[in-house]
């Protein structure tokens, strides 16, 4: 199958940056989106950004201008640089694919285990 590894959490002081990354390995044919979304104490998971196969980027409102996500395709690898962080972004943050697998050649979305993120002082 598809497994997807996230690193690069941790605690951060306001205005700091973290860098996260998630690579996905396994039976892989292809990837196509790769997506990060972050779920915050008491509130539902958003998707914070996406980046198609093709380097097109999207951005939730809150995070644009200070995020950015980025891929190496080479490495089946997602990115997502984060600067100027707030302590609104504390959340789990957690990697999300649309993977073609090799054995059934269907597109299926994949998750990674998340990746802890606190901006506190």
């Known amino acids: 199958q598809v497994q997807l590894v996230e690193s690069g959490g941790g605690l951060v002081q306001p205005g700091g940056s973290l860098r996260l990354s998630c690579t996905a390995s396994?039976?892989?044919?292809?990837?196509?989106?790769m997506r990060w979304y972050r779920q915050a104490p008491g509130k539902q998971r958003e998707l914070a950004a996406t980046i198609t196969s093709g380097g097109f980027t999207n951005y939730l409102d809150s995070v644009k201008g200070r995020f950015t996500i980025s891929r190496d395709n080479a490495k089946n690898t997602v990115y997502l640089q984060m600067k100027r962080l707030k302590p609104e972004d504390t959340a789990v943050y957690y990697c999300?694919?649309?993977?073609?697998?090799?054995?059934?050649?269907?597109?299926?979305?994949?998750w990674g285990q998340g990746t802890q993120v606190t901006v506190s002082s």
């Open positions: 396994g039976s892989i044919f292809r990837v196509y989106a």
């Open positions: 999300n694919a649309d993977v073609k697998v090799t054995q059934t050649l269907a597109v299926e979305g994949f």
